[in-house]
């Protein structure tokens, strides 16, 4: 069974920064491609960004380029987000997914396969 368990998040002033980790256990991790959602409170669950399982390539939605960068270590089983530069619309509970298959532009929450239980960011003005 593949658990996923994310850690990190918390409240933080507009402009700061938060890491968000994500350690996987089960099955081979090096073969998932890895990603992160978010849902803000009467939203939809969106995409926020992917990394790849064989290189490494990651993949952002616009409103968060330049600002967040996400980063996997196969030894320690774990994908990561640096977000920088928070704005109070990043707020959101952020969840970690892992798919069985390669990226192939997968920003359906529907085409991944694993999640975790989220974890809240709340970023106040």
């Known amino acids: 069974q593949v658990q996923l368990v994310e850690s990190g998040g918390g409240l933080v002033q507009a402009g700061g920064s938060l890491r968000l980790s994500c350690a996987v256990s089960g099955r081979a991790f090096s073969a998932y491609t890895m990603a992160w959602f978010r849902q803000a409170p009467g939203k939809e669950r969106e995409f926020v960004a992917a990394?790849?399982?064989?290189?490494?390539?990651?993949y952002y939605t616009g409103s968060v380029k330049g600002r967040f960068t996400i980063s996997r270590d196969n030894a320690k089983k774990s994908v990561y987000l640096q977000m920088n530069t928070l704005k109070p619309e990043d707020t959101a509970v952020y969840y970690c997914a892992a798919r069985e298959s390669d990226y192939s532009g997968s920003i359906s929450r529907y085409e991944y396969d694993y999640w975790g239980q989220g974890a809240q960011v709340t970023v106040s003005t």
């Open positions: 990394i790849c399982r064989s290189w490494g390539r990651a």
